[in-house]
């Protein structure tokens, strides 16, 4: 999509925030206000029935409704509406205990569980299935016996009880959502677990704890009553509402209209609450639901790989270097032994087919292995420190040292904050400046990456931007800490091709201004070619072959380099097929011992089978390649 498709995504129905989604639905709106009514009757029953629950008139029983009584009276000649809005307060507070211990431990529990994993996650899932079988009934009916007549300890029991059911939803949610790329933005951007929960995590889960909170809510009042209808509630003559439905079942013969004060609040409670739930959910989908399909990706094509340098010693000028970096994930190593420099200002191409884990690299670099996975060899040093050795150090870097743009810019932003608010928040806690001055800082990086209007698009949240504005207001939280070295992987792969080079044009024109290094991972060539001074290429989770990148266009010393750089479209010949590397990366897992390109590799030799070391053949350039001599000779009679 192009910028000037913002028009166009303008005329689409806006998302709705959840609170205008819920205030659409006519039964979110009577359900609301039915509770509402009720709420405000019972907590102000005195100013509402001028009778006392408790006051008796043995002249007028079982009367039905009448002036003095507009619901009628008991059999003992007590007000029922005094009685139902008394009793009702006890009906709120059971709720209102339940469901804070409910969500008290469901919420802290399931966030805990589902980020911080581990152990902690193995222990909270675990107790969890053991509260989860306990029959909750009998526990509540334990619990009165212990403490009769005490609703308080049989409601927070019920709490208890209960969160199992939260702990779980939430968990799963979490996992989702602690993947999205927008939170390993905020953990790149060097924000605290608790401040990634509250502010990143948490509004993703609200609809989730309202609608579940709401459905808890009616099982209480249902329990409630119960317990009230089997005189296990509040001790008589005190009201509760199943209290008053017992009350009527025993004179439904004489007097059936009582039956209908006394059990329709309590299906009207349980139905509203019920409804409500529905259409928090139905909102909360309809809130997120994009609100146009999103931009077709461009196909992928096939790149070269590159194999990782052996056991070096660091370039001592390089702002970060990478040492002899293995990512296992699930036990299997996705990447092995990888190893490159960057210096200040200068921009390292990574390049490699789908798959041979450039990506993996790069998140590896900033302490984010996806799907769980580990380091589990190697160093990261940057400017001396071992980003490895010290989570400290990395907290402190990432962001303000490295930062990241992603491939998809439109997730990588969080999409319940503006634009200017998520830039602001960056920009305060690297510069530790107030608000005011966040923000004007904020419009300021947005108008550093030409975006036209910044203040306007600073009050714009994400889905209101267009894929190429994403991409620059991405670029723009990138910069907020003011990094040094710039991480992007594949920024330009989601974009129209007019896009693609106003963005790969700014990162030029940026780090010309601030002299920061980039490393850029890339399928194209053509960037490789226009903005990247040295370029590694990985095969299979290993560097192959490490170079400047003029020597590496004019001269590759692989023949996986080779064949990427004659399958390049740019430098395709017209009317002539582009030639293509026959086969596919093998997956993680399923690499040889040997060379992991010799499958597809037309110079393949029985001596291929053996492992294949990196070597130096000329100053400045490493290959893994046993017929790198081979290759030399032929580069140099060209
Ligand atoms: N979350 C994950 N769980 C399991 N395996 C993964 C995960 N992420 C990546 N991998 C594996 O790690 C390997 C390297 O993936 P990576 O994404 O780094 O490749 P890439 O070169 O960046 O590819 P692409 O250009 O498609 O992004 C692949 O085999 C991939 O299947």
């Not at 009998?138 to 300890?153: E, K, Q, R, S």
């Not at 059936?256 to 409670?269: F, I």
């Not at 196909?299 to 002899?324: F, K, N």
Request: with cysteine.
């Amino acid at each position: 999509m192009t910028d000037a498709s913002v028009a166009t995504r303008a005329a689409v129905p806006a998302r709705g925030s959840l609170v205008r989604g819920l205030l659409r639905r006519r039964g979110a709106v009577l359900s609301l206000g039915w509770l509402l009514l009720l709420t405000l009757a019972t907590v102000a029953a005195p100013l509402v029935t001028a009778h006392g629950p408790l006051d008796q008139d043995l002249n007028s029983v079982l009367t039905g409704p009448t002036g003095a009584h507009l619901l009628g009276t008991d059999t003992l000649g007590r007000d029922l509406l005094s009685r139902l809005l008394f009793g009702g307060r006890s009906t709120l507070l059971a709720v209102a205990e339940a469901v804070v211990v409910f969500l008290a431990i469901g919420v802290t529990a399931g966030l805990a569980s589902g980020y911080l994993g581990g152990r902690l996650d193995w222990l909270i899932t675990r107790t969890a299935d053991l509260v989860f079988a306990l029959p909750g009934i009998v526990i509540i009916l334990v619990v009165l016996a212990v403490f009769p007549g005490n609703l308080h300890a049989a409601m927070v029991t019920f709490g208890v009880i209960g969160s199992p059911g939260l702990i779980r939803i939430l968990r799963a949610q979490t996992l989702r959502v602690r993947e999205e790329l927008y939170v390993a933005a905020a953990r790149v951007a060097g924000l605290t677990r608790p401040q990634i929960l509250r502010r990143h995590i948490l509004p993703r889960l609200t609809s989730t704890v309202i609608v579940q909170a709401a459905l808890f809510a009616a099982i209480v009042v249902t329990i409630q009553a119960g317990l009230g209808f089997l005189g296990l509630g509040a001790p008589a003559p005190a009201p509760s509402w199943g209290g008053l439905v017992a009350d009527a079942s025993q004179v439904i013969d004489r007097d059936p209209w009582m039956l209908l004060p006394a059990g329709l609040p309590l299906v009207v409670t349980v139905v509203a609450l019920g409804v409500l739930g529905d259409a928090v959910r139905d909102a909360a989908v309809e809130a997120w639901a994009p609100p146009v399909p999103a931009p077709a990706r461009r196909p992928r094509r096939p790149m070269p790989t590159a194999a990782g340098v052996t056991t070096r010693e660091p370039d001592p000028q390089a702002l970060l270097s990478v040492i002899g970096l293995t990512v296992e994930i699930g036990g299997t190593p996705v990447v092995q032994d990888v190893s490159f420099d960057i210096r200040l200002g200068e921009t390292l191409g990574v390049v490699g087919e789908s798959g041979c884990g450039k990506s993996v690299t790069s998140l590896g670099i900033l302490g984010l292995v996806p799907g769980r996975g580990r380091i589990s060899a190697g160093h990261v040093l940057f400017q001396g420190s071992d980003l490895t050795a010290s989570p400290t150090t990395l907290a402190r870097v990432r962001g303000s040292g490295i930062a990241y743009v992603s491939q998809e810019p439109m997730v990588a932003l969080d999409p319940t904050f503006t634009v200017g608010r998520q830039l602001a928040e960056a920009v305060a806690r690297h510069s530790g400046c107030g608000r005011k001055a966040a923000r004007v800082r904020a419009v300021d990086l947005l108008a550093r990456v030409n975006l036209p209007d910044p203040a306007a698009v600073a009050a714009r949240h994400p889905h209101q931007l267009s894929g190429g504005m994403a991409q620059r207001a991405a670029i723009a939280l990138a910069l907020a800490g003011e990094p040094r070295l710039l991480i992007a992987d594949e920024p330009t792969t989601a974009l129209d091709v007019t896009v693609q080079a106003e963005i790969l044009g700014l990162l030029r024109s940026l780090q010309t201004e601030t002299g920061m290094a980039v490393l850029l991972i890339t399928h194209d060539w053509g960037v490789v070619a226009d903005l990247c001074d040295r370029a590694v290429v990985m095969y299979a989770g290993q560097v192959v072959e490490q170079a400047d990148v003029a020597a590496l266009f004019s001269r590759p010393l692989h023949p996986y380099t080779a064949g990427l750089l004659a399958a390049n479209p740019h430098a395709a010949v017209p009317g002539e097929p582009l030639p293509t590397i026959p086969g596919t990366v093998p997956p993680p897992g399923a690499w040889p011992d040997g060379c992991r390109f010799a499958a597809r590799c037309a110079l393949a030799t029985d001596a291929c089978a053996a492992p294949v070391p990196l070597t130096e053949p000329e100053p400045d350039r490493t290959t893994r390649c046993v017929h790198v001599d081979r290759l030399v000779q032929e580069g140099t009679s060209r």
